[in-house]
């Protein structure tokens, strides 16, 4: 997270970034990310953007720092090796890692799996680990035209691995002149039902173009079989740097399911693109939706670099840029987070909650901190995920105090998951045990929390409505003990 203070007023502008594009593994082409943690990998990348963000903004009327956010400091703090292996990489908080086109993929002997599935896997061992887990969320990698096997390979991603979104490269895996296809639509359509989002690759125009069009033709289809879906069809353009100049870019952005990735922007592009973007996507958007909300910031690493990362950041950081601190926000980060849904996995555990005051939260996170680093330092444990909500339009702030975690417990072969929320209502801190169907609720499913009355959201607040609060510090470090496992 980025902190600008202001060394007279002392007020403090936050940003908590996300990086929506990162490639992890080794490919074809020499490319290669194999260890996040290795010189030259996804930390090391952070720690020198962060490093040079630190010289570019040290003259300024402010003091500028990175650290890790609310509960992310409180865990990592309870961990020498985790907090040695982040210190200095901070200044993004969460990256989408999915698959290179990868040498180890497939090999002879897998017939009847999907090319991916090697990928796919080897990204959730590092996306469900701490303390990577804290940073990275696991996007899965298939190709369409595998028809069944690619959707079987969609369900075993999200319901098995836990991971939270599909790339998928139309040039790299050789299916170009196929965008427009069933197999792509039907793929859409069954992210739509995970409520995952989809990242294309783009080269040429051409491709944004059929995108657009499978896009249409998947929504129309959601349209006439389950409209409650329409929302959760998410589709992500990389690169639409790489289209300044056709301005069609942004009447495709404007479509209601389409968003664009920044990766691979550089030097006078950055500008043009929001410039354009402000002036020519808006108009399309209507007074209600923001161009900024179309808009996500992604390095893709490492076939871009810490200049390009680092000239992204900044300029939407500074005066020139032609948004509010929230667009920046937005696009640094929130818009990610909203698109992703938290870790979800099958889950078994039943609900449990507890209420404590205000005087009590700060002791309570620490001690709810503790334990969970704890068990997950241990072999028994993981600790999976880390997920943080966000304030309701328009501001899409990230919440420190509220977030959900996940907790997993090796039952033989497989892990048992624990989803835990810790939310602030009403000068109360609730922390509760989700069941399935908590899990499957819209602030959930949104990470936004939005205090009203609509049916789906309604259910959410009266399981969580305090009856009583906890005041004493034993029963509630007996309490997070208790639901800390898997069994009642
Ligand atoms: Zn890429």
Same mark, same amino acid.
């Given at each position: 997270m980025l902190e600008f203070e202001d060394? !007279?007023?002392k007020k403090i502008h936050r940003f908590f970034i996300v990086d929506a594009h990162h490639h992890l593994g080794a490919d074809v082409d020499g490319h290669n990310n194999r260890n996040p943690v290795a010189p030259g990998g996804t930390f090391d990348f952070y720690v020198k953007v962060g490093g040079r963000l630190s010289k570019l903004f040290s003259n300024k009327p402010h003091i500028f720092r990175f650290s890790p956010l609310g509960f992310m400091n409180e865990i990592v703090r309870n961990n020498k090796k985790w907090k040695d292996a982040l210190n200095g990489t901070w200044a993004v908080d969460q990256t989408v890692v999915f698959p290179f086109?990868?040498?180890?993929?497939?090999?002879?002997?897998? !017939?009847?799996?999907?090319?991916y599935w090697r990928s796919n896997d080897n990204i959730a061992r590092w996306v469900t680990r701490a303390p990577y887990s804290l940073r990275l969320i696991g996007f899965g990698r298939t190709v369409?035209?595998?028809?069944k096997l690619a959707i079987n390979e969609l369900r075993r991603m999200v319901e098995t691995l836990g991971l939270r979104g599909l790339k998928v490269h139309p040039r790299s895996d050789g299916w170009s002149g196929e965008i427009v296809s069933q197999d792509v639509k039907n793929i859409l359509v069954e992210a739509a039902k995970y409520n995952i989002p989809v990242l294309f690759d783009t080269r040429g125009f051409g491709q944004v173009l059929d995108i657009h069009e499978i896009t249409r033709m998947a929504r129309s289809e959601l349209l006439s079989t389950d409209k409650t879906l329409v929302d959760n069809l998410k589709v992500i353009l990389a690169h639409i740097g790489f289209h300044l100049g056709h301005h069609e870019l942004f009447t495709v952005l404007s479509h209601p399911n389409i968003y664009g990735d920044t990766s691979g922007v550089h030097d006078a592009g950055i500008p043009r693109l929001f410039e354009e973007a402000k002036e020519l996507l808006q108009p399309n958007l209507g007074r209600y939706r923001n161009w900024s909300e179309k808009i996500l910031f992604g390095t893709d690493y490492n076939y871009f670099d810490v200049p390009h990362a680092v000239q992204f950041i900044s300029y939407v950081l500074?005066?020139?840029?032609?948004?509010t601190p929230e667009d920046a926000q937005r696009i640094l980060g929130s818009n990610l987070l909203k698109l992703v849904p938290p870790f979800k996995r099958k889950i078994k555990t039943n609900f449990a909650k507890v209420h404590v005051s205000t005087e009590l939260a700060e002791s309570t996170e620490r001690t709810l901190a503790k334990e969970v680093a704890g068990l997950a330092g241990d072999n028994s444990y993981e600790l999976s995920s880390i997920d943080f909500f966000i304030d309701p339009h328009p501001s899409f702030q990230v919440r420190p105090r509220d977030f959900k975690l996940t907790l997993s417990q090796r039952e033989n072969e497989h892990y048992e998951d624990i989803n835990l929320i810790v939310i602030s209502v009403l000068d109360i801190l609730t922390i509760a045990r989700l069941d399935n169907s908590m899990m499957n609720t819209s602030p959930i499913k949104s990470r936004i929390l939005r205090y009203d009355d609509a049916i789906s959201r309604r259910s959410f607040y009266e399981k969580l409505w305090p009856e009583s609060l906890e005041t004493n510090p034993q029963k509630m470090s007996d309490f997070i003990k208790s639901i800390t496992k898997t069994g009642n």
């Open positions: 060394i !007279e007023s086109n990868d040498e180890f993929k497939w090999r002879e002997g897998d !017939e009847g799996k999907a090319i369409p035209a595998e028809g500074s005066n020139d840029f032609p948004g």
